[in-house]
């Protein structure tokens, strides 16, 4: 067996696990953060509709736009 040869299938296995794992860490931290801002909303609502004057005065949060890319 050519040592070079299993040296670079570990390193070729080592990169497309980093690239896995980091995906997936990627994906997780935007469902957490997709979750979290719509707890954000829904808590605004919440208050809006209990508070009207207040969210009326600019007291609540500005809407942002989030758009897939």
């Known amino acids: ?35 979290n801002r719509a707890e954000l909303l829904e808590v ?3 208050f809006a509709a209990r508070h009207p004057s207040r969210a009326s005065q600019g007291h609540a949060m500005p809407s942002v736009t989030i758009s897939a890319r």
């Open 44 to 46: 605004e609502e919440f």
């Open 1 to 35: 067996m050519n040592p070079l040869h299993t040296v670079w299938n570990l390193v070729d296995d080592w990169a497309v696990r980093s690239q896995s794992k980091a995906r997936r860490n990627a994906m997780l931290a935007c469902t957490l953060l997709a979750k």
